[in-house]
């Protein structure tokens, strides 16, 4: 079944048609549309023009959208279907969102523009809710220097099985609080599969506070001179409450990707207070270790104070150029926690291939 979107109605606006697209905001259309799903597929096909009303007048959310049997996509008209973010309008959270959905298809959609913006394209899911088997494909994010925390991000523990595909990020972000992608709290099962990042402000790709079974394979990252030195791909907490409430996950796999130009590749962090249980800040003694220590000395810390098992990360057949350290483990009392000993970055790159 195929239906149609528009920036605003035309004719009579029951999506039926071209002639009579649906205006994308109007939720009546999208209930009809989870209605459908009941019984097939729908494909709802997004008409060229802008779609910045999504950030002038209201974001654009599917929440409680899809079907497990059947399928919903989102498909634009190639790189005619913009999601504009005009400067001189007031700040946003959000321009697009998913939430408590599952089984949705994001094609051909154009994020652009420089207005203030916390996401452009934010997958999550409330408390007690799921968000699920979401692929977000051959999209793009450019110039966006509006951008205060991420382009686009995965987000809560029930979020999981979420794909992007083919698609392209460039020149976004106000400042190191800006990312590409800015996953985050528990959701699992992230994957970045043949994806192109060029200049942020910020990390490029980020799981923050175990964000487990993150994928990032066979993409390019660049950096020029313009844009100021972060990972690329970065594992980070940031534990500013006493004792600490994120911790890292163990399973990754970076592969096939190409670096250029940037002082750590891929960085595991920790920042502030330790959490219950756990001895993420280091003493002099356990800092040697992780800088000069050997191998077996350097994986034994990397469990027993990180609860990071480099046999559970899989980074290989990268290509690296003008990089520094190709993975790191770096840990700072941030936040008036108090100093053990040691602050700074460990080099870990001699357990990958």
């Given at each position: 079944?195929?239906?149609?979107?528009?920036?605003?109605?035309?004719?009579?606006?029951?999506?039926?048609?071209?002639?009579?697209?649906?205006?994308?905001?109007?939720?009546?259309?999208?209930?009809?549309?989870?209605?459908?799903?009941?019984?097939?597929p729908v494909i709802?096909?997004?008409?060229?023009?802008?779609?910045?009303?999504?950030?002038?007048?209201?974001?654009?959310?599917?929440?409680?959208?899809?079907?497990?049997k059947n399928a919903l996509t989102l498909e634009g008209d190639g790189q005619n279907t913009l999601f504009t973010v005009p400067v001189g309008y007031k700040q946003q959270s959000v321009l697009m969102a998913v939430k408590n959905s599952q089984n949705i298809i994001i094609r051909n959609f154009n994020f652009t523009?420089?207005?203030?913006?916390?996401?452009?394209?934010?997958i999550t899911s409330g408390k007690d809710n799921t968000t699920e088997n979401i692929l977000v494909d051959n999209c793009t994010w450019?110039?966006?220097?509006?951008?205060?925390?991420?382009?686009?991000?995965?987000?809560?523990?029930?979020?999981?099985?979420?794909?992007?595909?083919?698609?392209?990020?460039?020149?976004?972000?106000i400042d190191s609080h800006s990312h590409f992608m800015y996953h985050a709290h528990y959701a699992s099962n992230?994957?970045?599969?043949?994806?192109?990042?060029?200049?942020?402000?910020?990390?490029?790709?980020?799981?923050?506070?175990?964000?487990?079974?993150?994928?990032?394979?066979?993409?390019?990252?660049?950096?020029?001179?313009?844009?100021?030195?972060?990972?690329?791909i970065s594992v980070p907490l940031f534990n500013n409450i006493d004792p600490g409430d994120e911790t890292f996950a163990t399973h990754y796999t970076f592969?096939?990707?190409?670096?250029?130009?940037?002082?750590?590749?891929?960085?595991?962090?920790?920042?502030?207070?330790?959490?219950?249980?756990?001895?993420?800040?280091?003493?002099?003694?356990?800092g040697?270790?992780?800088?000069?220590?050997?191998?077996?000395?350097?994986?034994?810390?990397?469990?027993?104070n990180f609860d990071v098992n480099t046999d559970d990360i899989k980074i290989s057949n990268n290509t690296n150029v003008d990089i520094t350290h190709t993975v790191v483990m770096g840990s700072f009392p941030k936040y008036g926690a108090q100093f053990k000993g040691w602050s700074g970055w460990g080099d870990i790159s001699i357990f990958f291939n």
């Amino acid at each position: 079944m195929i239906r149609y979107a528009a920036p605003v109605k035309q004719g009579n606006g029951n999506g039926m048609s071209v002639e009579n697209a649906a205006d994308f905001l109007n939720a009546g259309f999208w209930i009809e549309v989870q209605k459908t799903l009941r019984k097939e597929p729908v494909i709802v096909k997004f008409m060229s023009g802008d779609y910045a009303r999504a950030y002038t007048e209201k974001p654009f959310i599917l929440e409680e959208m899809g079907n497990k049997k059947n399928a919903l996509t989102l498909e634009g008209d190639g790189q005619n279907t913009l999601f504009t973010v005009p400067v001189g309008y007031k700040q946003q959270s959000v321009l697009m969102a998913v939430k408590n959905s599952q089984n949705i298809i994001i094609r051909n959609f154009n994020f652009t523009g420089s207005g203030k913006l916390g996401y452009a394209l934010q997958i999550t899911s409330g408390k007690d809710n799921t968000t699920e088997n979401i692929l977000v494909d051959n999209c793009t994010w450019t110039d966006m220097r509006g951008i205060i925390y991420g382009a686009t991000g995965v987000h809560q523990q029930g979020t999981s099985s979420v794909t992007y595909k083919d698609c392209s990020f460039k020149r976004v972000g106000i400042d190191s609080h800006s990312h590409f992608m800015y996953h985050a709290h528990y959701a699992s099962n992230i994957h970045v599969v043949g994806c192109y990042f060029e200049d942020c402000t910020g990390d490029y790709v980020r799981f923050r506070d175990h964000c487990d079974y993150g994928d990032v394979e066979n993409s390019t990252f660049v950096r020029t001179e313009k844009f100021p030195v972060y990972p690329f791909i970065s594992v980070p907490l940031f534990n500013n409450i006493d004792p600490g409430d994120e911790t890292f996950a163990t399973h990754y796999t970076f592969t096939g990707n190409h670096f250029k130009n940037t002082k750590n590749a891929i960085a595991f962090h920790h920042y502030g207070f330790d959490p219950v249980g756990k001895h993420y800040l280091l003493t002099a003694a356990e800092g040697e270790i992780l800088v000069n220590g050997t191998p077996e000395e350097k994986k034994r810390l990397l469990r027993q104070n990180f609860d990071v098992n480099t046999d559970d990360i899989k980074i290989s057949n990268n290509t690296n150029v003008d990089i520094t350290h190709t993975v790191v483990m770096g840990s700072f009392p941030k936040y008036g926690a108090q100093f053990k000993g040691w602050s700074g970055w460990g080099d870990i790159s001699i357990f990958f291939n």
